[in-house]
Nanobody, 115 residues
C-alpha cells in the first residue's frame, strides 16, 4: 500500500509559479512510476507529467517547457514545478504512483490561476 499526500496548491495570478509536492508513505517509493494528473470542473482527468523509476520524464503538450516534474527517492517525494501559469491550468492536481497493476492516488490539491 502507498499513501500519497499532495500540497502546494493555491491561488496564483497568470504568469506566476507554484511548486506542488507529493509525499508518499508505505512501500518502497523508488520502484514506482510517479505522475501528476489534473481534473478541471466538467472535464476528464488528464495526464500532466510522469517520471519513471529511471528518471525518464513525459509531459502533456499543453505544459511542455512550462512545467517540470522531478523526484527525490530519499524523501519519497515527487514535485511539479509550474511556471508561466495560465487560467486554463486551473484544476485539482492529483498525484499517482504506479507499479505494474498497482495504482494509487492522492486526494489532490487545488490550483487556481486567476487575476
Amino acid at each position: 500500500q502507498v499513501q500519497l499526500v499532495e500540497s502546494g496548491g493555491g491561488l496564483v495570478q497568470p504568469g506566476g509559479s507554484l511548486r506542488l509536492s507529493c509525499v508518499a508513505s508505505g512501500n518502497i517509493f523508488s520502484i514506482y512510476a510517479m505522475g501528476w494528473y489534473r481534473q478541471a470542473p466538467g472535464k476528464q482527468r488528464e495526464l500532466v507529467a510522469t517520471i519513471a523509476r529511471d528518471g525518464t520524464t513525459n509531459y502533456a503538450d499543453s505544459v511542455k517547457a512550462r512545467f517540470t516534474i522531478s523526484r527525490d527517492n530519499a524523501k519519497k517525494t515527487v514535485y511539479l514545478q509550474m511556471n508561466s501559469l495560465k487560467p486554463e491550468d486551473t484544476a485539482v492536481y492529483l498525484c499517482n504512483a504506479a507499479y505494474f497493476i498497482e495504482s494509487y492516488w492522492g486526494q489532490g490539491t487545488q490550483v487556481t490561476v486567476s487575476s
